[in-house]
């Protein structure tokens, strides 16, 4: 009786876990893109959002002589609209700077990723990090140089959201 060798197929455990490495490593990348993308597209709605929100203040005040003051009937008469997704909704999220008499107004809001951006009729759009949301009088102070009297949130814990419209 002749013996015959016999060939196994099939792959080695080597040959397995070059393979099962090379799939983590891709998965891995595609991952961190996707995540990189999703975060400038959150970026670029909010940046959207206060561009709108900025012009819609600002037609405002070439109708009315003056910026919307900070009552909401004078918010809601600006018709500003937001994507109320984009924003947290653990605090006043949400702040809207300016007055009657103020030279300038803007925009500044917590974001759902934890940053801070702002825009104004003085600044464009930017992350925001000198003052905390909650520092409202400080921030309006120093961004359209009107103090306390000119702050409204747009959303708190205790009313929900407040004069803006989506």
């Not at 990189?36 to 670029?44: C, N």
């Not at 947290?88 to 940053?115: D, E, M, V």
């Given at each position: 009786m002749k013996w015959e060798k016999q060939t196994q197929r099939g792959f080695t455990i080597v040959e397995l876990l070059i393979v099962i490495v090379v799939i983590a490593i891709l998965a891995a990348i595609t991952i961190v893109?996707?995540?990189?993308?999703?975060?400038?597209?959150?970026?670029?709605?909010?940046?959207?959002?206060f561009r709108n929100a900025i012009n819609k203040i600002e037609a405002y005040k070439s109708i009315n002589g003056s910026y919307p003051d900070a009552s909401d009937a004078s918010l809601k008469a600006a018709e500003i609209s937001?994507?109320?997704?984009?924003?947290?909704?653990?605090?006043?999220?949400?702040?809207?700077?300016?007055?009657?008499?103020?030279?300038?107004?803007?925009?500044?809001?917590?974001?759902?990723?934890?940053?801070t951006y702002l825009q104004t009729t003085r600044y464009s759009f930017r992350e925001y990090t000198t003052y905390t949301i909650d520092q409202y009088i400080e921030i309006c102070t120093a961004q359209v140089g009107a103090g306390s009297g000119s702050a409204r949130y747009g959303y708190t814990s205790a009313d929900g959201w407040r004069w803006t419209i989506n």
């Open positions: 893109a996707y995540n990189g993308i999703q975060s400038r597209a959150v970026v670029t709605s909010i940046q959207s959002d937001l994507n109320k997704g984009l924003y947290s909704t653990n605090s006043g999220n949400f702040l809207y700077c300016g007055s009657g008499t103020s030279q300038y107004a803007g925009f500044i809001a917590l974001a759902k990723n934890g940053t």
